[in-house]
Nanobody, 115 residues
């Protein structure tokens, strides 16, 4: 499975950004996709995930602000990030979890929230 992330960038506090992650390869084996983030010196943390049946899960710090969705036709997962805060600044990683337990990561994409 290959994961191609796009989006990210610089936004002012309170603004919005949209991340997308397109999967290719053995996509029929994908059970769940999502986003994690990792700040320097910290552990990677859950942002949001969505399963193939549409069940979602969010990290506590983004609940009510971020929304994850999937486009099964395009094999893409999108993360709409609203009401962004400076503490959301970090590198975001797309993730795919396959049936059988294998996990794949895309390259990180930087999100910077600053005035």
């Amino acid at each position: 499975v290959q994961l191609q992330a796009s989006g990210g960038g610089l936004v002012q506090p309170g603004g919005s950004l949209r991340l997308s992650c397109a999967a290719s390869g053995t996509i029929a084996s994908i059970h769940r996709m999502g986003w994690y983030r990792q700040a320097p010196g910290k552990q990677r943390e859950l942002v949001a995930t969505i399963t193939i049946d549409g069940s979602t899960n969010y990290g506590d710090s983004v609940k009510g602000r971020f929304t994850i969705s999937s486009d099964n036709v395009k094999n893409t997962v999108n993360l709409q990030m609203n009401k962004l805060k400076p503490e959301d600044t970090t590198v975001y990683y797309c993730n795919a979890y396959l049936r059988g337990g294998m996990m794949y990561w895309g390259r990180g994409t930087q999100v910077t929230v600053s005035s």
